[in-house]
């Protein structure tokens, strides 16, 4: 429907399409080298007000990542993999909470 706020996730089909039932619109990215493509086009549509982006396809995506939360209202949030986390979300969430919210609230200092 056009107009409508909407959630999207980003990564393998097995990995996002139970999101579905929670009212997650699940996005099929299978590599690293699709994502740049789906995220950017996602991130930058005005509907959608979050962007959830599985950790098995983020790869070197920081970059891009980094120039689309400078154009886009939604943030975008990266989320492990059934296989459990990488290790790169936190790092993502840190850097996220600094740009929407202006403050490291994770790193203790």
């Given at each position: 429907m056009p107009g409508e706020s909407k959630i999207v996730?980003?990564?393998?089909?097995?990995?996002?399409?139970g999101l579905r039932?929670?009212?997650v619109q699940p996005v099929?990215?299978?590599?690293?080298?699709?994502l740049p493509e789906a995220l950017s086009r996602h991130a930058?549509?005005?509907?959608?007000?979050?962007v959830l982006v599985s950790e098995s396809v983020a790869g070197e995506a920081s970059r891009l990542v980094?120039?689309?939360?400078r154009r886009?209202?939604?943030?975008i949030i990266l989320i492990?993999?059934?296989?459990?986390?990488?290790?790169?979300?936190?790092?993502?969430?840190k850097r996220g909470m600094e740009h929407h919210?202006?403050?490291d609230m994770i790193t203790k200092k």
């Open positions: 996730a980003l990564g393998p089909q097995e990995e996002i399409q039932s929670i009212g099929p990215v299978e590599s690293g080298s699709e930058l549509d005005p509907n959608v007000k979050l980094a120039d689309l939360r886009s209202r939604a943030p492990p993999s059934h296989r459990g986390p990488a290790g790169m979300a936190l790092d993502w969430m919210i202006g403050v």
